[in-house]
């Protein structure tokens, strides 16, 4: 079945590290994007991509970084710089980078810094 | 600036009763999109509709409806008849505007539907 694949699904991290989240789709979209969702709050981009070896800062990007190497891959990387790392990240894509662009998402990866 | 504002953070029904979750916007650009997703206990968002601006047509879906209004800019959703299986946070969203084909997402709702 074609989808999105997020890992892991739960992540412990100490304070200082470095953690990579893993996103993975094989439905051939272009475009891919990183959310982070807090309690209470709705979903805040972080990155996105719209095409290979391309990618743009979203609205809370600082202590984040991201590489799209490939089509079907677009892994986040959370820094010893992003303050209050803990949170549910979502991963998602879409056919195209476009207004009307439906979202695919994964099931998500849910960090804690310890 | 784009925004999305659902102002119900949690609604509680008791199975077959109708509920509706509200969502209102703002954007100064005349083509957008709405959009809304469920997130069930599993984690991932899924698409449920989406409606361009210049389509003020109300949608039916089995027992989902969808009220889009631009005079008031809100596009609210309906279930009918709800059921357990309902039990989600929903959310609306927006793209379009000055946040260009990034979609902006509202906080949330949390719908608790009790047998």
């Known amino acids: 079945d074609g989808g999105i694949t997020q890992s892991p699904k739960y992540l412990f991290r100490k304070e200082g590290q470095n953690v990579t989240l893993s996103c993975e789709q094989n439905?051939?979209?272009?475009?891919m994007y990183w959310y982070r969702q807090d309690p209470g709050q709705g979903l805040r981009l972080i990155y996105y991509?719209?095409?290979?070896?391309?990618?743009q800062k979203g609205d809370i990007a600082e202590g984040y970084s991201v590489s799209r190497e490939k089509k079907e891959s677009f892994p986040l990387t959370v820094t010893s710089a992003q303050k209050n790392p803990t949170a549910f990240y979502l991963c998602?894509?879409?056919?195209?980078?476009?207004?009307?662009?439906?979202?695919?998402f994964g099931e998500g990866s849910r960090l804690t810094v310890l | 600036a784009q925004k999305v504002t659902q102002a119900q953070t949690e609604i509680s029904v008791v199975e077959k009763e109708d509920v509706t979750l509200d969502c209102v916007y703002e954007?100064?650009?005349?083509?957008?999109?709405l959009f809304w997703y469920k997130q069930p206990p599993s984690g991932e968002l899924v698409f449920l509709i989406r409606?361009?601006?210049?389509?003020?047509q109300n949608e039916i879906s089995g027992r989902y409806s969808w009220n889009f209004q631009k005079s008031t800019s809100s596009f609210n959703f309906t279930i009918t008849a709800s059921q357990v299986v309902d039990s989600a946070v929903y959310f609306c969203?927006?793209?379009?505007?000055?946040?260009?084909?990034?979609?902006?997402f509202g906080a949330g709702t949390r719908l608790f539907v009790k047998a």
């Open positions: 954007t100064r650009d005349t083509t957008y999109y």
């Open positions: 991509s719209q095409i290979v070896n391309d990618f």
């Open positions: 969203a927006l793209s379009g505007g000055d946040g260009g084909f990034k979609t902006i």
């Open positions: 998602a894509s879409s056919l195209g980078a476009s207004l009307a662009g439906e979202l695919f």
């Open positions: 439905l051939n979209h272009d475009a």
């Open positions: 409606r361009n601006s210049f389509d003020e």
